[in-house]
Each structure stands twice: as C-alpha cells, then as structure tokens.
C-alpha cells in the first residue's frame, strides 16, 4: 500500500506542475494502476526492481526539477 501511495504522489506532482515533461509521468501513474488492480498478476521481481532501480532515480529527477 505504501508504493501505491507513493504512486499517487508522483500523479499530485503532475497536476502542481503541468508544464514539467521530463518525468515519466504515464509511466508512473501505469504502474501505480497495475499494482492498485492486478495485485494477483504482481510479480515481486519487478516491483523489487522498481524500487531498487527506478525509484532513486525518480527521486533525483523529482528534487532536481523542483529546485
């Protein structure tokens, strides 16, 4: 539930700013959907990958453009 959260988020974000196109934001918000609605077909691999991987480097491309 907290990575779904977080997902949700990241949506917030784009409605606060609009104009910032360089997070990927259908990407974002996909997952989130896939794992609030398929939560059966969730293949831990990937989230763990996700959050190891992709997620530190949301991090530093949200903080960069919000400075």
């Known amino acids: 539930m ?4 977080l997902w949700e988020t990241a949506g917030k974000i ?3 700013f609009p104009n910032e196109t360089s ?3 259908a ?15 969730i293949d ?5 990958e996700t959050l ?3 997620l530190p480097m949301l991090e530093r491309q949200i ?5």
């Open 2 to 5: 907290q990575f779904q959260h």
């Open 14 to 16: 784009r409605v606060r």
């Open 23 to 25: 997070l990927p934001y």
């Open 27 to 41: 990407k974002i918000i996909g997952f989130r959907n896939f794992i609030a609605h398929e939560y059966l077909g």
């Open 44 to 48: 831990i691999g990937i989230v763990w």
């Open 52 to 54: 190891q991987e992709d």
């Open 63 to 67: 903080w960069d453009n919000l400075r």
